[in-house]
Structure formats: structure tokens, C-alpha cells
């Protein structure tokens, strides 16, 4: 019988206590209710399935979910994707994972209702859950009009070594868990709200800065999301970046990198990735810790809302007045 890798076992192990470590009995009163898009489908009789979207379809109305059952057409390919056997497999380990969404429901309302304070132009109006089968980090979760869509066989992804993991990466693999739901929903929201800088092409510290406030915004609304999982790190990656953050500062600063806009000069520091390349045993993604220290240190200094920070698009400015210095 092939062994699973050590690091793959640990990985798997966490995962799943992680995932079925969320109890709670029912909905709570005020909480926000997530819409089981996925329930709907697999667990209605395909026999009356056109009969049932047709009942749900007020509670499913929003642009990210495609829902036409007058159409024989879009039935027809909805049907063969519920009766494709994996597809139909992936929604079993996906159920058996996150029965219920109640633990998550109230997480979401805790940071929202803070969120509304601290940007009250800032809003999710309806949130639903959703098996699509594209494991894609891009589409684990979607905000759009109001609207969050959160793909839950994504963050079921490391139960699935029946099918290879679908070719995931292991470093990937280590950042789908029930954990990561809430930092990624919130994350999406921030990214709609957060103004760019003006031009086609973003420097190296546009792209930092935007990526700190994405981090300083989950501190603020929900302070209790461990700095792991909000930077998406192992803690040996986060403790990496803490002891070497003036190394990783000046490298960008002595090889002239803050202002550059070649992406394929400044990739390395921002995609998703098991290091940064340019350093032994580090950490990936190397601006979204620099770039949270800078805007906290920016927020520090400076009386400034959390919409004035979201609409300030000069990032040199945030940088100087940050008095940021690496530690």
C-alpha cells in the first residue's frame, strides 16, 4: 500500500479535527443565515429538483448563483452535474464535513456588525454556500453586489486523497481548512471596498499597502482570527517573516523594488507559493506581512477612518507617513 507523506498525514490530521471540531445546536437569533445552495441540489429527489428551485428561487436571487429552471436547457446540465458520480461524491465529503454552517453564521455576524460600524458603506446582504468542483483559490469565496458565495468543497479539499487532492499543491492543500473561511470571506469583502491605485500597471508597495490594509481590516473586525490564518501561514512561516523582516525590507530597498511595476520582477514577493525564492526557508507571499505592519503603523500615527484608509490610493504617502521601520 503506497504511505501518505508524513507532512501530508499531519496535514489531513489537522484538517480534520479542525472541520468537525465546530459544534453548535441550531441558528442563532440575529445571526445572518447562510443559504445551502449545495443541500438544495444534492439532497432534493432529481424528479422534482426544476419543482424545488422554483420554490427557493427568491432566497437564491443574486448574481452568483446561476438559477433557471423555466430553462430545459440549464436543467438539463444541472441534472447531469448532480448526477455525476464524483461531483455526487465531493458533495458527500463536503456535507459530512460542514453539516451545519451555525458556528460560521455567527462569526460572520460578529464581524459584520463591527465592519458596518467601522465602514458603514460596507455591507453583505445575503451569503450562501456552494459546491462547484473548481478547486481554484481565486473562487473559494466571491463577493459581488452585496452578495458572498463561499465554495465549501475547498475547505473540504484535504479529505479527498481518493481523488489525488485534484492535483493541489501541498502548500495549497495546508490552507484549506474550516479555519480559513472566515479570514477569506471577510478578505473578499475588504478587496470590493479598497481603491487602486490609477494606472494599468501597480508597483511592488501598491501592491503591499493594498494587501496591509486587507490585513489591518480583519484585525479590526475580527480581532480574534489567529495571525496564521489571517496571513494564510504555518507558524514556521510567520515566525520566519518576524525574525526576518529587516532582511526582507532591505532587499526591497537596496535592489530597488518598491516602485517596480514588471510584474515578472516582483511575482516572486506576492503569488501564492511554498517561499520567496530569493530566501532560504522562507515564507511566501513576503508583502502582505510588510505591507500589514506599514498600515498599522500608518493607522497608528495617523486619526484616519477605515473608509478614508479603504479610498487613500498614494500608497507612498501611507508609507511616509507610516514612520515604518522594519523590527
Known sequence: MKRIPTILLCILLTCCLVCCNHKSDKHQENDIQIKRFEQVLFKTDPQTLSQKLFEVKDDFDSPLISLYPDDPQYMQMLSGFVADPVVKDIFRITDSCFPELFWLEHQLTEAFEKMQELHPAMRCDKVFSFVGCDFNYATRVVYDEGDLRISL????????????????????????????????????????????????????????????????????????????????????????????????????????????????????FIDDAPKTNIFKDSAPRT?????????????????????????????????????????
Open 153 to 268: 468543497d475547498q475547505y473540504a479539499l484535504p479529505h479527498m486523497q481518493q481523488y489525488g487532492f485534484f492535483q493541489t499543491p501541498q502548500y495549497i492543500l495546508a490552507q484549506c481548512d474550516s479555519t480559513r473561511i472566515l479570514p477569506d470571506c471577510l478578505a473578499a469583502i475588504a478587496r470590493n471596498y479598497i481603491v487602486k491605485p490609477e494606472g494599468e500597471q501597480l508597483s511592488l508597495l501598491d501592491y503591499m499597502v493594498m494587501e496591509g490594509k486587507v490585513q489591518y481590516f480583519l484585525s479590526e473586525v475580527a480581532p480574534n482570527i489567529d495571525e496564521t490564518a489571517k496571513l494564510r501561514y504555518t507558524p514556521e512561516q510567520l515566525d520566519w517573516m518576524e525574525k526576518n523582516e529587516e532582511i526582507v525590507w532591505a532587499y526591497f530597498v537596496q535592489n530597488r523594488l518598491l516602485y517596480e511595476t514588471d510584474y515578472m520582477r516582483i511575482h516572486n
Open 287 to 327: 508583502i502582505e506581512y510588510i505591507g500589514s505592519r506599514i498600515v498599522k503603523a500608518y493607522m497608528d500615527k495617523n486619526k484616519v477612518s477605515l473608509s478614508e484608509l479603504f479610498e487613500n490610493a498614494n500608497s507612498q504617502e501611507i508609507l511616509s507617513q507610516s514612520g515604518y521601520r522594519p523590527r
